[in-house]
């Protein structure tokens, strides 16, 4: 791994897992310093990090970590039904080939994981990262690297929203019976049942998210609480049904 490739996953993984703060001007020479390259592949780094909307730069200053908006939110659900939508309906549709039959069942598998989770009342954080992966196993199908990249680039606001999510009553039992109502139309080969169980599991999130920013609840994010989204703008139409 090259000094560039290095800054940039130190970076990303110091946001992913929470140890840089909201409102705190970093510095790219401290950060530099810190793994003990020069301040080139550092700044690189944070200017990639930055097209990703992880980070603000801050001319000659430094940067601070992007503050999530209404903006930010309804792209990011618009998005993933856009994304997870068309790669669940393929899904569905070749459900018979052996590619979509193992990915399938590797969704089923994961399914099930998170039920045993649920039951054993895990760690919000293990539920966090199975959620995620379940997501993932969807994308991957595809196999384009264009859209994985997009989607990845979205992993942290939506572990940031997911792990707030959770800790809301009943919100973790409800996403594992809503990813069940995915694998069961994806197992009847229903594209048009299997894209409608997508778009109610975002539908609901949507509905979290108003409440959460009318409660002032969601993540390091200053909303304003009449902010409020409607399910219809948030949904998506495709063309392949």
């Given amino acids: 791994m090259n000094l560039n490739e290095h800054a940039y ?3 990303k993984t110091m946001i992913l897992t929470g140890k840089l703060s909201t409102g705190v001007l970093y510095s790219e020479t401290k950060l530099a310093e810190r793994i003990g390259i020069s301040r080139t592949p550092m700044r690189e780094a944070i200017v990639r990090l930055s097209q990703e909307g992880l980070l603000d730069i801050q ?8 503050i999530l908006t209404a903006d930010d939110l309804k792209d ?3 998005m993933r039904l856009a994304l997870e939508g068309n790669a669940l309906i393929q899904l569905a549709k070749h459900a018979r080939e052996p590619e979509a039959a ?4 590797a969704l089923e598998r994961n399914l099930n994981r998170q039920f045993d989770l649920v039951a054993a009342q895990s760690d919000a954080d293990l539920l966090v990262q ?3 992966d379940f997501h993932m196993i969807m ?4 196999h384009n690297r264009t859209l994985e990249t997009l989607y990845q680039n979205q992993i942290y606001r939506i572990q940031s929203f997911a792990r707030r999510s959770f800790d809301r009553e009943g919100r ?18 229903d594209p048009v049942a299997t894209y409608r169980a997508a778009s109610e599991h975002l539908d609901n999130l949507v509905i979290l998210m108003s409440q959460m920013i009318e ?3 969601l993540p390091d994010n200053p909303l304003q609480k009449q902010l409020q989204f409607r399910n219809t703008n948030h949904r998506a139409s495709f063309s392949t049904l």
């Fill in 130 to 132: 199975t959620d995620r």
């Fill in 102 to 105: 193992e990915r399938i069942d």
């Fill in 9 to 11: 996953e130190y970076l």
């Fill in 172 to 189: 973790i039992k409800q996403t594992v019976e809503e990813h069940a109502r995915i694998v069961e139309a994806l197992k009847s080969r």
């Fill in 139 to 142: 994308i991957a199908y595809m």
């Fill in 76 to 78: 990011m659900f618009q």
């Fill in 215 to 217: 409660d002032d609840d």
């Fill in 59 to 66: 001319q000659s200053k430094g940067f601070y970590l992007h």
